[in-house]
């Protein structure tokens, strides 16, 4: 472990200083949306790697960076933690961060496991630190818009969720399907749904050959009786993004290929009526379909990310919970904790 | 039961004369394409609505109609019989159209329980007598040109199966979303799949209040380990009619909703290649992704329907069975109802 | 001329009592139409071909069928005469309904050149019977609702028109391609726009060593200098329906392809600001571009045709023009001949 | 003009070294595509406003800046300038760096009229210097893909090319729609069609009050008879980018804006029989219609314009002229001139 042979950057008046944890898929974006932030700069990166650590000092010279995270906690420079690493590494360098008194984002799945992820939320609050999951569509355009059409009861009382992420790759080393994909929806969903998962059953397959499941489908259960459903396929020769939600009110379809119009509104729905029949006086219930217009609102194009930087960066200024809280990245990992265990066990209903 | 009160009808030389039983949403279907195919002719249809009935006569003026399908089968004028009422009704009538030495056709689903479609194999095959289901899908071109290409191996082996089949209504008064459309893609799985279901589990919701589940996820397990999976639903804003087919070589989309390109097939998958690492002679399996070119076959246009009259009408002539025998229709009824067993077991694994 | 040997239809109170001339590729649409509407029966079809007979008497066993058109014009019974046959017949048959105090229905494009129409209108005119054309896409939920939204101003001032209608075939004998689609798209425009069309031009090409155009562009030029402009053509390999119409308030695109979606409004559009710059003091227009949402307006899913002829019928009975009367489809016609002018003379501009 | 104070680059064996014109909307492309090409390299940019070149030297801290553009042209190092300036700068820039020994990359439209650019033409011609037009889209895999089509005869003798660009914006303020979107038509039209045009019309509008036409159709006459035609429009609410041509063998649609599948082709078409009708002994033509399978080639999904880059710098070694030289750049900037001129003249037809 070298020291950082580094002048002490002055610490400006309000620039959260950000050292990321790992330059490998997604800690290029976190360095981009970091340095292009107005409260934020990124000031190191470490990564084992010496050609990942080569691309961050010819994009970002001003950047520091070394070999070993530990540095980074180390440094007085450094405000916050990023980490940007697999997942099973999340938590022994989450934890080694807040007990150096970093404030801390985790990329998603927070951790490989819920204990991990308890442990960690027992760190933070004893040190006061922020401790936040990069759960990025909570973020965009297309799930704020949702989200602010299911608070103001526009659709009325939810019906249903159906989710659908598949594509052709790629395949992780480590971990299956449902870690890789479901996370994004399974976090998308606690966001957007308030009532309170009970059980969830998994499905899936290991095709081809590989060891870890390619393929599968989730079905989460909740309090109320609600279902919610998940495909996810590394094996599908088209990329679908699709997302079906219905309500009493109204419907909507969630298509994140669509370039612009992506969140439909369909003013459809069904009446129940009991009617009692003339001849036997037999009770039957009348269905009346109901159906009008359909509507795209305009959707904020700024890109997630950068919704997520600046709310870890106003969560750090007003030392309070963000939006993507540790408790959401739990809540998350126990939903793919559950399905697992459901996928080892006949796909049977896993309590939660 | 009024005699039919009928002037002979001169047997033709090779005219299969049909009765049709139900003249419903299906009925007037069959009776057109009955009417339009070159080896049948209708002869008589019963229904107990007299309005449905004055219907057929004033299309039909030529067709004899009666209120009691029991006269259809004391008719010696019929020789066939083709049963379009609701589902629980099919086993009484088609044993006693059996019974009474007439070929049968039977709507989907074939009986209310496999018990049922056994006993009337066995009649069937006592009296020598054809016993056919409408699968009507298995005779459209998409289906047709699709098990084209599972059999004759362009595809591969077959890695996973996937169906979504989603639409606002029809509410079915007296049975779920399961009876009503999963049993079109189960027939269609029954027909392209050659591998020999051994499980089902399934999960569904009774929404919006009313009695039976509007929407299901069914999951059909396999001896080899392949799954299929379907989405059935009463409630969606939209209307999609999707399949993916995921093979070693190829892989399929079926989209019946695109007006002329319904089969896409891309020459598309995934290598794997174990490789040794240099570092810590750790294995690792490598994945290459492979993307060619997309053909969309030209599909025959014909109405499937008129495909299913053609089947039946040779299967009589030829004394042999049809190409959806009953056989086929009693595995798919075998299929619902685990399903359904499935639904009422908070959706454990049932075996077949 | 064999006189109708027919037992007299007694007259209902208000049916108007219609012979159907031409039994061809649109004339089974107008029997059916007609057979179903309320105010209206079908009591005779003239055709040529005995065989296109056979099928109006097997389908309609109460119709009477001849091979002499004037004996329809001869007939009593007959209130109304709906022609649809090619149409440089169009004139001298409804000349001669007209002198037999028949209200005449004509199919599009109404006459083989304006002059004929402006006498059609003077007959008419003198006899105070209803002359009517049957520009059927104006009736259509589509075009409706387009209309309302340009009479109601939610689409502010009209920019621009824009038309393509594409598909292979089907290949006219007698005409070409802007007599056989383009009059479709001249009657949608003329029902939408009020200002005054004042020029067309027209270029197009005999492909294929056909011997009539079969790929045509059309641009109509109007007194305010908007501009609409049409693309019709027998041989693309994709059937295209589309239209895009801006306006300063909102813009709309109407794909007629689209199963329920047809009619999709933007909430888009631009505001130019002049501009001083700093430096030079020149001028420059500043446009910003305005995005919102999006919204697609339920849309009456009626049979087009069924509206046309409850028009009809209410028009005679109120003895007013319809609102596709002949002054329209002179227009139209006008319209057509401009473009043919033009397509004789390399595409140069002619006036109206 | 200050002298570029640098320590002059080492010529490497084989890299070109290229000066950048321009760092407006284009010159960022132009700066990373030969920035990342393994042939050249960037040594100097100039641009007259400070906050763009100040935008270079944090991007690519090596590359020298400058405000006057003729540093570049004096600089030994510099092998070849890039013009990515205003389309009425192009032409003295680049005949300034002719002059100057540079190789010339000119961006499109080449020059403001032809005659400039056969000036140009004359003068690189002299000097033995490669000068080369960036029509980038022609490198993109769908235009080869398409080329390679035509050229192998894979869609038989081409019947008609119709193309439509359209979207909101980006208005601009020294030119009309034709010079901005147009020009790439064309020049993908001049190198897919190997036949002459020999004469073009043009029709278009100054919607919403502004000075330059933002709306036009273009059609262009070959000396074959062979009709293309082209709609560009900055006021749409939607993005098109859209291409069908006819050929005797194979149809095509290039839709630009799908993410994978963007060209299609289509095995249909018809033939065209001579046929004596019996009755009459009238020649009648039979028109029959055939309709086979649709595929999509897989295409190279290469930035196009890193294909671009390639091609000058191969051009360069090879002292050769480039695939697209400065004669196509001529060709393309006549057909602009043309239909300019016809837009002042009423859409009349104008020779080339």
């Given at each position: 472990?070298?020291?950082?042979?580094?002048?002490?950057?002055?610490?400006?008046?309000?620039?959260?200083?950000?050292?990321?944890?790992?330059?490998?898929?997604?800690?290029?974006?976190?360095?981009?949306?970091?340095?292009?932030?107005?409260?934020?700069?990124?000031?190191?990166?470490?990564?084992?790697?010496?050609?990942?650590?080569?691309?961050?000092?010819?994009?970002?010279?001003?950047?520091?960076?070394?070999?070993?995270?530990?540095?980074?906690?180390?440094?007085?420079?450094?405000?916050?933690?990023?980490?940007?690493?697999?997942?099973?590494?999340?938590?022994?360098?989450?934890?080694?961060?807040?007990?150096?008194?970093?404030?801390?984002?985790?990329?998603?799945?927070?951790?490989?496991?819920?204990?991990?992820?308890?442990?960690?939320?027992?760190?933070?609050?004893?040190?006061?630190?922020?401790?936040?999951?990069?759960?990025?569509?909570?973020?965009?355009?297309?799930?704020?818009?949702?989200?602010?059409?299911?608070?103001?009861?526009?659709?009325?009382?939810?019906?249903?969720?159906?989710?659908?992420?598949?594509?052709?790759?790629?395949?992780?080393?480590?971990?299956?399907?449902?870690?890789?994909?479901?996370?994004?929806?399974?976090?998308?969903?606690?966001?957007?749904?308030?009532?309170?998962?009970?059980?969830?059953?998994?499905?899936?397959?290991?095709?081809?050959?590989?060891?870890?499941?390619?393929?599968?489908?989730?079905?989460?259960?909740?309090?109320?009786?609600?279902?919610?459903?998940?495909?996810?396929?590394?094996?599908?020769?088209?990329?679908?993004?699709?997302?079906?939600?219905g309500g009493?009110?109204r419907m909507l379809?969630?298509?994140?290929?669509?370039?612009?119009?992506?969140?439909?509104?369909y003013?459809k729905g069904?009446?129940?009526?009991?009617?009692?029949?003339?001849?036997?006086?037999?009770?039957?219930?009348?269905?009346?379909?109901?159906?009008?217009?359909?509507?795209?609102?305009?959707?904020?194009?700024?890109?997630?990310?950068?919704?997520?930087?600046?709310?870890?960066?106003?969560?750090?200024?007003?030392?309070?919970?963000?939006?993507?809280?540790?408790?959401?990245?739990?809540?998350?990992?126990?939903?793919?904790?559950?399905?697992?265990?459901?996928?080892?066990?006949?796909?049977?209903?896993?309590?939660?």
């Open positions: 472990m070298t020291p950082l042979t580094r002048i002490e950057t002055p610490k400006p008046s309000s620039k959260i200083r950000v050292g990321v944890v790992g330059y490998g898929y997604w800690g290029p974006n976190l360095v981009r949306n970091f340095s292009e932030a107005r409260d934020c700069q990124v000031v190191a990166v470490s990564d084992m790697r010496p050609e990942r650590r080569a691309l961050v000092e010819s994009r970002y010279p001003s950047v520091v960076t070394t070999d070993d995270h530990r540095d980074l906690l180390n440094d007085p420079n450094v405000d916050a933690v990023a980490i940007a690493t697999p997942v099973d590494t999340h938590y022994p360098i989450a934890l080694d961060a807040l007990r150096a008194g970093k404030h801390v984002w985790v990329e998603k799945p927070m951790t490989s496991n819920s204990e991990q992820g308890m442990r960690l939320i027992d760190e933070a609050d004893r040190r006061n630190l922020v401790l936040h999951v990069d759960h990025t569509f909570v973020y965009g355009g297309a799930v704020r818009k949702i989200r602010e059409l299911v608070s103001s009861g526009a659709l009325g009382h939810i019906y249903y969720y159906d989710s659908v992420r598949v594509n052709l790759g790629l395949f992780q080393q480590d971990s299956n399907v449902i870690w890789d994909l479901a996370v994004h929806d399974l976090s998308i969903m606690d966001h957007l749904i308030d009532a309170r998962p009970v059980a969830v059953s998994a499905d899936g397959s290991c095709i081809a050959g590989y060891e870890h499941e390619n393929i599968a489908y989730i079905t989460v259960h909740f309090d109320t009786g609600f279902l919610a459903h998940f495909h996810v396929n590394w094996l599908a020769p088209v990329k679908i993004r699709h997302m079906l939600l009493t009110q379809v969630f298509n994140d290929m669509e370039p612009s119009e992506k969140v439909l509104i003013d069904i009446d129940l009526n009991l009617h009692v029949q003339d001849d036997h006086a037999r009770q039957q219930i009348l269905v009346s379909y109901r159906t009008g217009d359909m509507y795209a609102p305009r959707l904020d194009r700024t890109e997630a990310l950068a919704g997520v930087v600046g709310e870890f960066a106003r969560a750090i200024a007003g030392r309070r919970a963000p939006l993507t809280d540790a408790a959401s990245g739990v809540r998350v990992v126990s939903l793919l904790e559950a399905a697992e265990r459901s996928l080892r066990s006949e796909g049977r209903r896993m309590s939660l």
